[in-house]
């Protein structure tokens, strides 16, 4: 009976190994943070994002199995143009509409097309599109796993305790590219550290003589999400971006204006 008690006390335990020995996940972003409260430059800039693909070519992993679905998310740039358009709060740039740019062009083809059948040659002309000074390219460059693992256990008369933990590691990279002339202006890599870890305790008793066995086992595992990371490493890259920009005096900015 005391053996059971004690179980269930591991039991409750074992969450509080979980996330009291790690580094545990990001509850609250400082990558948004940080790029959220920018100070709004003099002028916006008018930027466009056409991919930001997965390069590194990771599948995701099952006991050693690669799997047909990626390790990262293949939708890195809506995440750029999220983490951009939340500069400053949006006082930064001006991201205009690349991605599904066929689409928009056929809509917009549409629209002609009626306002000429429907009120002829004077109908409303539609406003040209924007286009862009800057394009920022890049992808996700390398997602590095298993890079650090280990753990700790410990086991008395049947009644055994375990800590596991492993890091992952995620990189983007991202660059500006002057449209007018193709040079790359600002280039900057960041990476983010992926956590899990994972707690479990377990009872392995006899009873009565040695013919009664009592077995129990209880565990938790917590895993920080890879597409949450990617998240962070953009816009920690598209923050450094800005930093790297106002350093060189690359943008219409003056601190303090």
Same mark, same amino acid.
């Not at 990558?31 to 709004?40: D, E, H, K, Q, R």
């Given at each position: 009976?005391?053996?059971?008690?004690?179980?269930?006390?591991?039991?409750?335990?074992?969450?509080?190994?979980?996330?009291?020995?790690?580094?545990?996940?990001?509850?609250?972003?400082?990558?948004?943070?940080?790029?959220?409260?920018?100070?709004?430059?003099?002028?916006?800039?008018?930027?466009?994002?056409?991919?930001?693909?997965?390069?590194?070519?990771?599948?995701?992993?099952?006991?050693?199995?690669?799997?047909?679905?990626?390790?990262?998310?293949?939708?890195?740039?809506?995440?750029?143009?999220?983490?951009?358009?939340?500069?400053?709060?949006?006082?930064?740039?001006?991201?205009?509409?690349?991605?599904?740019?066929?689409?928009?062009?056929?809509?917009?083809?549409?629209?002609?097309?009626?306002? $000429?059948?429907?009120?002829?040659?004077?109908?409303?002309?539609?406003?040209?599109?924007?286009?862009?000074?800057?394009?920022?390219?890049?992808?996700?460059?390398?997602?590095?796993?298993?890079?650090?693992?280990?753990?700790?256990?410990?086991?008395?008369?049947?009644?055994?305790?375990?800590?596991?933990?492993?890091?992952?590691?995620? $990189?983007?990279?991202?660059?500006?590219?002057?449209?007018? $002339?193709?040079?790359?202006?600002?280039?900057?890599?960041?990476?983010?550290?992926?956590?899990?870890?994972?707690?479990?305790?377990?009872?392995?008793?006899?009873?009565?003589?040695?013919?009664?066995?009592?077995?129990?086992?209880?565990?938790?595992?917590?895993?920080?999400? /890879?597409?949450?990371?990617?998240?962070?490493?953009?816009?920690?890259? /598209?923050?450094?971006?800005?930093?790297?920009?106002?350093?060189?005096?690359?943008?219409?900015?003056?601190?303090?204006?």
């Amino acid at each position: 009976m005391r053996a059971l008690v004690l179980a269930f006390f591991l039991y409750g335990c074992a969450p509080l190994a979980v996330i009291g020995d790690k580094e545990g996940p990001i509850i609250e972003r400082p990558s948004l943070s940080s790029l959220v409260n920018l100070p709004a430059p003099k002028q916006k800039a008018v930027i466009s994002v056409y991919k930001f693909p997965d390069l590194t070519g990771q599948r995701k992993d099952a006991d050693n199995m690669a799997l047909f679905s990626t390790a990262v998310t293949q939708g890195g740039d809506l995440y750029l143009i999220e983490a951009l358009m939340n500069a400053g709060r949006g006082t930064w740039f001006t991201v205009i509409e690349r991605i599904g740019l066929a689409n928009l062009t056929r809509e917009r083809q549409l629209i002609v097309n009626t306002r $000429t059948t429907y009120d002829g040659e004077g109908a409303n002309k539609l406003q040209p599109l924007l286009y862009s000074g800057l394009i920022m390219e890049g992808g996700i460059i390398s997602y590095d796993s298993n890079y650090l693992t280990g753990g700790i256990g410990a086991r008395y008369l049947g009644i055994g305790v375990n800590n596991r933990y492993r890091r992952d590691r995620v $990189t983007v990279s991202l660059r500006a590219v002057l449209v007018q $002339t193709g040079e790359i202006l600002l280039n900057v890599s960041t990476s983010k550290t992926i956590f899990s870890a994972g707690a479990g305790s377990d009872v392995f008793k006899f009873y009565e003589a040695g013919t009664e066995l009592v077995e129990i086992e209880s565990g938790l595992t917590e895993n920080e999400t /890879v597409g949450y990371a990617v998240k962070i490493a953009i816009e920690t890259a /598209v923050y450094a971006l800005i930093i790297q920009g106002i350093e060189l005096d690359m943008w219409d900015y003056k601190e303090g204006e």
